[in-house]
Antibody, heavy 125, light 108 residues
Framework: QVQLVESGGGVVQPGGSLRLSCAAS????????MHWVRQAPGKGLEWVAF????????YYADSVKGRFTISRDNSKNTLYLQMNSLRAEDTAVYYC??????????????????WGQGTLVTVSS | SSELTQDPAVSVALGQTVRITCQGD??????ASWYQQKPGQAPVLVIY???NRPSGIPDRFSGSSSGNTASLTITGAQAEDEADYYC???????????FGTGTKVTVL
């Protein structure tokens, strides 16, 4: 079955860096775009970044642009999120999610499915 | 960037019907998808597209859309439907995605 497993979370000081990984299995990873989504403690979901199936296009939320970099290694079926210049407000559970697209005529439907179990990143001194 | 606004909380009696709404300008251009999240768990897709349910999602969940508003309806709510629900769509620019503010559903 389709499975996404995040790793790499932990405690880091403000200004520090961390790299998250998301190992994918059960589907042809190289054919799908992928997202990172985060959730601060007690807060709602926040979309973070997207990468196309071939890595040719990447998009970011304004809150992380210039600090975070999304990438992928299709030979290893793995998605990454390099997080630099971390701030306290980056503290959150980080989820990876598979991008699904269906086109009906001129209408494009898009959604996230499935999601990984998440990895906690804590930015604190 | 666009915002998607949801009511913070709604309650529903067991077996009754509840509608959760999501408002935003981007919904005039893009269909919303809906996610259920229970405490300590990852979100789960419940509705996508015009009104499509993934396999394993009960048919008491349905979706609709009109103008700048998307809705998720639970017809005959069950105790296990108590959760947070989030809508999502692409921003009007098409290059970023936005989640709604979330609605906590309590089943009485």
């Amino acid at each position: 079955q389709v499975q996404l497993v995040e790793s790499g979370g932990g405690v880091v000081q403000p200004g520090g860096s961390l790299r998250l990984s998301c190992a994918a299995s059960g589907f042809t990873f190289s054919s799908y775009g992928m997202h990172w989504v985060r959730q601060a403690p007690g807060k709602g979901l926040e979309w973070v970044a997207f990468i196309r199936y071939d890595g040719s296009n990447k998009y970011y939320a304004d809150s992380v642009k210039g600090r975070f970099t999304i990438s992928r290694d299709n030979s290893k079926n793995t998605l990454y999120l390099q997080m630099n210049s971390l701030r306290a407000e980056d503290t959150a559970v980080y989820y990876c999610a598979k991008d699904e697209v269906t086109i009906f005529g001129v209408v494009i439907y898009r959604w996230f499915d499935p999601w990984g179990q998440g990895t906690l990143v804590t930015v604190s001194s | 960037s666009s915002e998607l606004t949801q009511d913070p909380a709604v309650s529903v009696a067991l077996g009754q019907t509840v509608r959760i709404t999501c408002q935003g300008d981007s919904l005039r251009s893009y269909y919303a998808s809906w996610y259920q999240q229970k405490p300590g768990q990852a979100p789960v897709l419940v509705i996508y597209g015009k009104n499509n349910r993934p396999s394993g999602i009960p048919d008491r969940f349905s979706g609709s859309s009109s103008g700048n508003t998307a809705s998720l309806t639970i017809t005959g709510a069950q105790a296990e439907d108590e959760a947070d629900y989030y809508c999502n769509s692409r921003d009007s620019s098409g290059n970023i995605w936005v989640f709604g503010t979330g609605t906590k559903v309590t089943v009485l």
